[in-house]
């Protein structure tokens, strides 16, 4: 099973800040990797898939990056309804398995 | 739309089996490519993989749980249902069903249904 890290566990910005959050995969996992938000209370939302391609209405302040085992999720200019929980998630084997979150709240 | 929704009961006691039922619509399970997964989340902590059903009935369990879990489809009901057997308290979670489809990416988790929370306790 492959093991997914995030950091920070948490981020403390301010809204108009940029956001910076990190994956690493304990093996390769080529491109196949998610990025999913959660606010408290809701199921997840995909934002990002295969690294770096954003989701059906998803806005364009988030981006991704990264192949192999190392990935980034940024937020370029954090709005209020960004603060919440986010999730990397791959989907190159069976199980496909998730980080343990980022969770970015208000400074 | 495509909408899941999840039913069980809430509250298990511990050893005792944990049915859940994934009702949805929006899409069949008989068309090529789609599939049913579900997905815990114990409270404060990240999300598990927990079982997948594909259209063609390939079944795929996480390997640590394999003995506990059973995954089914009922294609003329839209239900996808989730037996876990030997309930414990650490199986305290919120479990959710999500569609999947081979389209948009396998084990990419575009639609989920909104929760059920299940505590297990004497």
Redesign the interface.
């Known amino acids: 099973?492959i093991v997914l890290t995030q950091s920070p566990a948490t981020l403390s910005l301010s809204p108009g800040e940029r956001a910076t959050l990190s994956c690493r995969a304990s093996q390769s996992v080529s491109s196949s990797l998610?990025w999913?938000q959660q606010k408290p209370g809701q199921?997840?939302r995909?934002l990002i898939?295969?690294a770096s391609n954003r989701?059906?209405g998803i806005p364009a302040r988030f981006s991704g990056s990264g192949s192999g085992t190392d990935f980034t999720l940024t937020i370029s200019s954090l709005e209020p309804e960004d603060f919440a929980v986010y999730?990397c998630?791959h989907?190159s084997s069976?199980?496909?398995?998730?980080?343990?979150?980022t969770k970015v709240d208000i400074k | 739309q495509i909408t899941l929704k999840e039913s069980g009961p809430t509250l298990v006691k511990p050893t005792q089996t944990l049915t859940l039922t994934c009702t949805f619509s929006g899409f069949s399970l008989t068309t090529s490519g789609v599939g049913v997964g579900w997905i815990r989340q114990p409270p404060g902590?990240?999300?598990?993989?927990l079982a997948?059903i594909n259209w063609d009935d390939d079944k795929?369990y996480?390997?640590s749980l394999k003995s506990r879990l059973t995954i089914t489809k009922d294609t003329s009901r839209n239900q996808v249902v989730l037996t876990m057997t030997n309930m414990d308290p650490v199986d305290t979670a919120t479990y959710?069903c999500?569609h999947t489809s081979s389209g948009?990416?396998?084990?990419?988790?575009?639609y989920?249904?909104?929760?059920t929370l299940v505590t297990v306790s004497s």
Not at chain 1, 94 to 101: A, D, E, I, L, R
Not at chain 2, 112 to 115: E, I, K, S, T, V
Request: charged share 15%; net charge positive; no cysteine.
């Open positions: 099973e998610a999913y199921a997840p995909l898939y295969d989701a059906t999730y998630q989907r069976w199980p496909p398995t998730f980080g343990p979150g | 902590k990240a999300l598990e993989w997948l795929r996480r390997p959710y999500a948009s990416g396998w084990y990419l988790l575009y989920w249904g909104q929760g």
